[in-house]
């Protein structure tokens, strides 16, 4: 079955520590897209790509990097920069087929980050 | 700015009853699509339904349809016959931009969570 893999489920960061959220998918989507979910709140968006080795900033991107090597996958790096890392992080995928861009995101079951 | 606005932090409904859930959104485009997921506990995003601003048609998709207000910038999602299993937390979310500046990013609101009552 075709879908968005994300991994680990859960994470532990320590101070000063960088970590790597995998995200990949098996979809033949163009796009990717990286969010983070705060308790009780909606998703913000830190990093999108619309195709490979291109990527652009979302509202949140900072203490964040990402790469874009292969179609399949978008991993995301939370980085010691980013103070405040613990939140539950989703990525999500999309078919680019028109303009119109009716095409829903799919989304991973998303990634558990907490700080040691 | 684009905005979703979701003024329901949470809903209760019994089962088998019908219930919606309120969307306004704000935005300057001409062009733009709305939809809904739903969240459960376990916290995957659930593609439920769309709406294009240009359909004339509200859009429906099985127990879920969406009150398609332009006017009033409202997009309600309504799901009828309620079960248990629809207990899970609901966004709205709108589309950025269109024909060759669309991004496919998405603005999401708040979120409603919705508890079934057996």
Redesign the interface.
């Known amino acids: 079955d075709g879908g968005i893999t994300q991994s680990p489920k859960y994470l532990f960061r320590k101070e000063g520590q960088n970590v790597t959220l995998s995200c990949e998918q098996n979809l033949n989507h163009d796009?990717m897209?990286w969010y983070r979910q705060d308790p009780?709140?909606?998703?913000?968006?830190i990093y999108?790509s619309?195709i490979v080795n291109d990527f652009?900033k979302?509202d949140i991107a900072e203490g964040y990097s990402v790469s874009r090597e292969k179609k399949e996958s978008f991993p995301l790096t939370v980085t010691s920069a980013q103070k405040n890392p613990t939140a539950?992080y989703?990525c999500?995928s999309?078919k680019?087929l028109n303009?119109?861009?009716?095409?829903?995101?799919?989304?991973?079951?998303?990634t558990?980050l907490s700080i040691l | 700015a684009q905005k979703?606005t979701q003024t329901q932090?949470g809903m209760f409904v019994q089962e088998k009853e019908a219930v919606t859930l309120d969307c306004t959104y704000d935005t300057s485009d001409q062009?733009y699509?709305l939809?809904w997921?739903k969240q459960p506990s376990?916290?995957?995003?659930?593609?439920l339904i769309?709406q294009?601003s240009y359909d004339e048609q509200n859009a429906t998709e099985g127990r879920y349809s969406l009150n398609f207000q332009k006017a009033r910038k409202s997009a309600n999602l309504v799901i009828s016959a309620s079960q248990l299993g629809d207990s899970a937390m609901y966004?709205c979310?709108m589309?950025e931009?269109?024909?060759?500046s669309?991004?496919?990013?998405?603005i999401?609101?708040?979120?409603t969570t919705l508890q079934v009552k057996p």
């Not at chain 1, 009780?40 to 968006?45: F, I």
């Not at chain 2, 376990?42 to 593609?47: A, K, V």
């Not at chain 2, 669309?102 to 998405?106: A, D, E, S």
């Open positions: 796009a897209y009780g709140q909606g998703l913000r968006l999108y619309q652009q979302g539950f989703l999500a999309r680019e303009w119109e861009g009716n095409q829903p995101q799919h989304f991973g079951d998303g558990r | 979703i932090p062009s699509g939809f997921y376990s916290g995957e995003m659930i593609f769309y294009g966004f979310a589309r931009g269109h024909g060759s669309n991004t496919g990013k998405l999401f609101g708040q979120g």
